[in-house]
């Protein structure tokens, strides 16, 4: 039993094949045309977005500038006021290092 379109294809005298050789090679050449056309758009967005990216940046360093140098001299204010209160009164000298405490442990029999 034939489908419509078998019986079409026989009326007509079309043979069903794949498509020529010629079919084939255009095919291939489009889709590579359509790879690269791809790729060519997805290069200029990204280079698009990274300058949107610096310009943005650029933009928030420039704002923010003044806020980091109030920042920068009030940790510096911090240090000097804490320097102050940790150091020694005059005429003191500070020797710093580290001691390790040994403990003497008596056994009851006259040993250590």
């Not at 359509?34 to 290069?43: H, I, K, M, Q, R």
């Not at 698009?48 to 003044?66: I, N």
Request: charged residues 20%; neutral net charge.
């Amino acid at each position: 039993m034939r489908t419509e379109q078998s019986q079409f294809k026989a009326l007509h005298g079309i043979e069903s094949r794949g498509p020529s050789l010629l079919g084939r090679i255009l095919g291939v050449a489009a889709s590579m045309i359509l790879l690269a056309g791809a790729f060519v758009f997805s290069l200029f967005l990204f280079i698009a977005l990274a300058a949107v990216g610096l310009v943005v940046g650029g933009y928030v360093w420039w704002k923010t500038r003044e806020l980091r140098k109030q920042m920068r001299a009030q940790m510096e204010h911090m240090q000097e006021q804490m320097n102050q209160q940790m150091a020694p009164a005059s005429g003191v000298e500070v020797i710093e290092g580290e001691y390790v405490r040994e403990e003497v442990v008596d056994d009851g029999r006259g040993r250590q």
